[in-house]
């Protein structure tokens, strides 16, 4: 039987450290189903399929990852997926108040889900997608923040 896990986030755009996590989550489980929300509360840089596209190509013949698109709950589409397992990164201690309050909440709205937390490697602990953007806005150098598929794309967004 082959374990699966769901890593669900907004990507926009999908940073070093998030390939790290999806790696260190890819060692536990033989699939992982990368889920992209629309988060309706941010402006996105990037579009849905953008993001999709931008994460596939990052990822290159990588195997055992599938990347899908969501709107509504984690919990529903953890539920139609037949999938209860959700991981989630860490990077600073700030990131653990946040996370530990979803995944009480998700296990409140459907018991059987469990978030494994997951930190990333302390390269990356203050990468941020929000900070990734800020760099590209003001025409700074990303490369050391995201793979070279998102590098370039950040470029051609923001010139």
């Known amino acids: 039987m082959i374990k699966r896990a769901i890593y669900a986030g907004s990507f926009d755009p999908i940073t070093n ?15 992982v189903i990368v889920a992209i929300s629309q988060n309706t509360e941010k402006k996105s840089v ?8 931008l994460i596939n190509e990052s990822l290159g013949n990588q195997s055992g990852c599938t990347v899908v698109p969501f709107s509504g709950l984690l919990v529903d589409f953890a539920r139609v997926n037949g999938v209860f397992t959700l991981i989630r990164g860490l990077r600073m201690m700030s990131d653990f108040e946040f996370e530990f309050q979803m ?3 998700n ?13 990333t490697d302390e390269r990356f602990f203050y990468t941020s997608s929000s900070l990734v953007r800020q ?24 010139s």
């Open 17 to 31: 450290g998030h390939l790290d996590i999806l790696s260190r989550a890819q060692a536990l489980f033989g699939e």
């Open 46 to 53: 990037f579009s849905i399929d953008q993001r999709i596209s």
């Open 103 to 105: 995944a009480l909440a």
């Open 107 to 119: 296990r409140k709205l459907d018991p059987k889900i469990d978030t494994i937390f997951l930190m």
């Open 135 to 158: 760099i590209a806005a003001n025409g700074g150098d990303t490369r050391l923040f995201v793979p070279s598929p998102v590098e370039k794309a950040l470029k051609e967004h923001f």
